[in-house]
């Protein structure tokens, strides 16, 4: 899932906005989520009206960002990077 985590201390902090944008996994229709990892964390940013795709090994993400909503950002990441324990930067 990728969404506009409001629990994440980013949004606490600052609540204006839809940041930050973060990707997790569930192994269980959805009951319990986890590898919760922001994907995009700027303080000033929207992330929205993302759509998702898998390709091969990869996973490709488009959504519109900041500034004024009117930017297109498309993301590729390796399938894996959802699955490391490890927090990493993704490649966009």
Same mark, same amino acid.
């Given at each position: 899932?990728?969404?506009?985590?409001?629990? @994440?201390?980013? /949004? #606490?902090? %600052?609540?204006?906005?839809? #940041?930050?944008?973060? /990707?997790?996994? !569930?192994?269980? &229709?959805? /009951?319990?989520? &986890? %590898?919760? #990892?922001?994907?995009? &964390?700027?303080?000033?940013?929207?992330?929205?009206?993302?759509?998702?795709?898998?390709?091969?090994? @990869?996973? $490709?993400?488009?959504?519109? &960002?900041?500034?004024?909503?009117? !930017? $297109?950002?498309?993301?590729?990441?390796?399938?894996?990077?959802?699955?490391?324990?490890?927090?990493?930067? /993704? @490649?966009?």
């Amino acid at each position: 899932m990728v969404w506009n985590n409001g629990d @994440d201390p980013l /949004a #606490r902090k %600052q609540p204006v906005g839809r #940041r930050p944008l973060t /990707a997790a996994i !569930s192994k269980d &229709e959805g /009951a319990t989520w &986890e %590898q919760v #990892r922001n994907l995009g &964390e700027d303080p000033q940013g929207w992330y929205c009206y993302t759509a998702i795709e898998f390709v091969g090994d @990869d996973v $490709l993400l488009a959504h519109c &960002e900041y500034p004024g909503l009117n !930017s $297109l950002q498309v993301t590729r990441l390796p399938v894996k990077w959802l699955y490391q324990a490890t927090p990493a930067t /993704a @490649d966009k």
